[in-house]
């Protein structure tokens, strides 16, 4: 019933008895008459299953089954929203135990609303559920909020599993974390103190976190000198505790809903402070590719709407080369039809050597027995197998391009050593040939693994 092109009619009874003639003969000439339907132009096609029940002729459909069709019946899922990114944080955030996020400020493409979100990818377009998005009441053109954002995420992550009445020392914090630590220690019920003139204050001796945020950590720095006058039981944590360059992959749902309500909770906060941009660093989103892998600040944010062009590359797969001559490419795991089409795919767009492991015989070989003296054995075949790839090696090493290049010949080892592995397994004297030149074992009566190298000529593609 699933292939409505075999021509068949099942009819269906509920008692036989009361099949009447004339239904019967005319269900058969409907078939008949049916059997051409796509020659004659017919618009209707024949019903593959009849059922006859108390007289009347009903067409099975399926049955409904609840638990199957339970996704047929769903309602529509959750709505997503496209952000176009205004500005984001260079590297990616711990938001508490759900690990790190990046947060990027954005706007909707549809309303035009500015929003802040958080992404497992630093991008300048995302699509976002919208549920994971929060509004930002902001005039258009303001300054950035992310920098308030950030303080109390900073601070909420920095004192998230600290006890209440516990010493925390902060060495060298960001600006823009300082108002936001402080009132939260204070709420908290944990000691802050602002020191300014470290020379001039001694250090309490009931320090249980010192969060070193210096970027120098030299041995001959202060952190390092700082870290050792410490009590011993005092936890250290450095930048990388807060800041990473990648994203933790949390799938969570438990873990995304914690780090969306803390995001929730900053902005709800950082509409109390006052306006400031805490004097971060800002980088266009262009500079990012001359960047690199250029070391930034770990409060740096980049601007996505600076009209900078960022440099792009865009080739026609259909008429510029994609592939280059000097190079010998390796296609592993396409066999058969599809690996040569690729491999003529290749040759066309510029690629000169094309090797791929492939299970058939090119070029029309048939494996034929080939005559021998009786008392050739197995170590002589393995030895003529060796033989020859010496010779390559030899080949190669006096002339790398002419072998085909550094590719070819890791190949070419491949393939003698399977070969020799081949004829080790099976009496060479029982095959009945002189040479292995041009000679593919036949295991199990089936085509073995072998290679076969598509290099550029006069003509399309050739197989060697």
């Known amino acids: 019933m699933e292939y409505p092109d075999i021509h068949i009619q099942v009819l269906d009874v509920d008692k036989a008895e009361h099949v009447e003639p004339r239904f019967l003969i005319e269900t058969v000439l409907r078939l008949e008459d049916a059997k051409d339907w796509q020659e004659r132009g017919l618009l209707w096609t024949q019903e593959p299953e009849l059922y006859l029940s108390g007289g009347k002729v009903i067409v099975p459909r399926l049955k409904q089954h609840e638990e199957r069709f339970v996704p047929l019946n769903a309602t529509e899922g959750e709505s997503s929203i496209k952000v176009q990114a205004q500005y984001s944080l260079a590297k990616a955030l711990r938001i508490g135990q759900s690990g790190f996020h990046h947060l990027i400020q954005g706007k909707d493409v549809v309303t035009g609303e500015v929003v802040v979100t958080l992404s497992q990818s630093n991008v300048s377009w995302l699509r976002v559920p919208s549920s994971r998005v929060v509004k930002i009441e902001k005039e258009k053109n303001a300054s950035p909020v992310i920098p308030s954002i950030v303080s109390e995420l900073l601070a909420s992550s920095m004192l998230l599993d600290v006890a209440p009445g516990s010493s925390i020392l902060v060495f060298e914090p960001l600006t823009l974390c300082i108002h936001a630590l402080s009132k939260r220690a204070e709420t908290a019920g944990n000691r802050h103190q602002l020191c300014i003139h470290a020379g001039k204050t001694k250090l309490p001796q009931d320090i249980n976190l010192l969060y070193d ?12 000198r700082l870290a050792r006058r ?7 944590r450095h930048r990388d505790y807060l800041f990473q360059d990648i994203t933790t992959q949390n799938k969570s749902a438990v873990g995304a809903e914690k780090a969306y309500q803390a995001l929730v909770e900053a902005v709800a906060r950082a509409k109390e402070m006052p306006p400031s941009d805490y004097g971060v660093s800002i980088i266009k989103g262009s500079d990012i590719v001359l960047l690199g892998n250029a070391a930034l600040d770990i409060d740096t944010l980049i601007n996505w709407e600076s009209e900078q062009i960022i440099p792009s590359r865009i080739r026609s797969m259909e008429t510029d080369p994609i592939f280059v001559s000097d190079k010998t490419y390796l296609l592993v795991g396409l066999a058969g039809d599809l690996g040569r089409s690729i491999a003529c795919f290749m040759v066309e767009r510029g690629a000169r050597h094309v090797w791929t492991p492939s299970a058939f015989k090119s070029g029309g070989e048939e494996v034929t027995e080939r005559e021998a003296p009786l008392s050739l054995t197995q170590d002589w075949a393995v030895k003529q197998v060796l033989q020859r790839h010496d010779a390559f090696r030899t080949a190669f090493v006096n002339d790398p391009a002419d072998t085909g290049g550094p590719i070819q010949f890791i190949m070419e080892s491949l393939r003698v050593a399977f070969e020799t592995i081949q004829v080790a397994d099976k009496a060479a004297a029982d ?11 036949d295991l199990d009566k089936g085509d073995t693994l072998k290679l076969v190298h ?3 000529s006069p003509h399309p593609w050739i197989t060697v």
């Open 213 to 224: 945020l210096s970027s120098d950590q030299s041995p001959a720095s202060l952190s390092q």
């Open 230 to 236: 410490i009590p011993a039981g005092c936890v250290i």
């Open 431 to 441: 095959q009945g040939f002189t040479d292995l030149e041009g000679y593919h074992y």
């Open 454 to 456: 598509y290099q550029w």
